[in-house]
C-alpha cells in the first residue's frame, strides 16, 4: 500500500484558502501509484477557537462533499485529517474522516480527548465514542487525533481489534517535537503496526510553532520517510503489510500479555 501525506501550512480562519491549498496539491501531485492520501488535523481552519463556530462544517459539509471529489478523480483514498464540525445542533467537534476512492464516506471519529493546554474544552465538545477500525484496501486502519497519541490504551484498543495501520492526524506544536517522534515510534514498537502521521507547519496567529516531522513508521519502529519540521512537502512511503506478520512472529508481545494480571484494564 502506497501512501502519501501532505504536509503544509494552515492558515488561520481562512477555509477558502485551505481548500484551494489542498486542491492543488491534488492537482500538482503525481497520485498515479497511490492508495493513500493523508491530511493534517484542523486543515479548514487552524486552531482560531475563539471564533470556531464560524468555520465548523455540518455534518462535515460541504468538506465532504469536496473531499469526495478528489477521491473519485484521483482514485485514491483520502484520510481527510480533521475538521471543526457540528452535527445539527449547538457545541463544534473536532472530526476526523476519511473517503474511500468511490467517495464514499468509510470513517469518522470525533476526538474523543481534548487538549487541556490550549483550552480546547473552552470551545469544543469532547467526542463520546471511541475510534473504531475500518478497512483500505481490505487491511484493517485506525485513525486518531493529535492529543489522542498521549493515551497508548487507545492504539492497543485499535491494534486488537486488529488495526495494521493507524493514522494519526494532528497540528502538534514545536516545543513538543521529542513527544511527537518518541511516542510515534512508541506506539508502532508496541503494538507492532505502521504509524502514518500527519502534522503541520509555520506559526498560527497566537504564536503557536508547529513542528512538521511528519513521517511514516514501520512495526520495528523504523522511520521509512520523514519531512522536514518547517518545508511544505509530500511524505511518501510503501507498506509491506506482510511485514507485521514478521515482526509479530519474531517478538509475540500479543501473546505474551497476562490479561489476567493487568487489574485496572
Same mark, same amino acid.
Given at each position: @500500500? ?21 486542491? =492543488? ?15 493534517? +488535523? @484542523? ?21 465532504? =462533499? ?41 470513517? #469518522?471519529?470525533?476526538?474523543? &480527548?481534548?487538549?487541556?493546554?490550549l483550552n480546547e474544552p473552552?470551545?469544543? #465538545? ?5 475510534? +473504531?477500525?475500518? +478497512? ?16 497508548? #490504551? ?24 521529542? &513527544? ?33 516531522? =511528519? ?30 506478520d514478521q515482526v509479530r ?17
Open positions: @500500500m502506497k501512501i502519501k501525506i501532505f504536509q503544509f501550512q494552515v492558515i488561520d480562519s481562512d477555509t477558502k484558502a485551505n481548500l484551494n491549498k489542498v486542491a =492543488s496539491l491534488f492537482a500538482e501531485t503525481d497520485l498515479s501509484d497511490t492508495d493513500v492520501v493523508v491530511l493534517p +488535523e @484542523m486543515w479548514t481552519s487552524g486552531y482560531d477557537l475563539e471564533n470556531i463556530d464560524d468555520y465548523a462544517a455540518n455534518n462535515l459539509e460541504p468538506v465532504k =462533499s469536496i473531499i469526495a471529489k478528489l477521491a473519485q478523480d484521483n482514485s485514491v483514498t483520502v484520510v481527510a485529517g480533521s475538521i471543526p464540525n457540528k452535527y445539527g445542533g449547538s457545541g463544534v467537534y473536532n472530526t476526523a474522516f476519511t473517503v474511500d476512492h468511490n467517495g464514499e464516506l468509510i470513517q #469518522e471519529y470525533s476526538k474523543m &480527548h481534548l487538549v487541556p493546554m473552552e470551545y469544543l #465538545e469532547s467526542g463520546d465514542k471511541s475510534a +473504531e477500525v475500518f +478497512e483500505i484496501n481490505g487491511e484493517t486502519c485506525g485513525l486518531v487525533i493529535c492529543y489522542d497519541l498521549r493515551f497508548p #490504551e487507545l492504539f492497543r484498543d485499535l491494534s486488537l481489534s486488529g488495526a495494521k495501520i493507524i493514522f494519526v492526524v494532528a497540528e502538534w506544536p514545536i516545543e513538543r517535537t521529542e &513527544h511527537w517522534i518518541t511516542l510515534l515510534k512508541a506506539r508502532a514498537i508496541e503494538n507492532q503496526c505502521y504509524i502514518v502521521a500527519s502534522n503541520t507547519i509555520g506559526t498560527q496567529t497566537n504564536g503557536t510553532e508547529f513542528a512538521g516531522r =511528519s513521517m511514516i513508521i514501520n512495526p520495528f519502529g523504523e522511520i521509512l520517510a520523514q519531512a522536514d519540521k518547517d518545508t511544505e512537502e509530500t511524505v511518501t512511503a510503501e507498506l509491506d503489510l506482510d511485514y507485521i512472529s519474531d517478538i509475540p508481545i500479543f501473546e505474551s500479555r497476562r490479561k489476567d494480571l493487568y487489574k485496572n484494564l
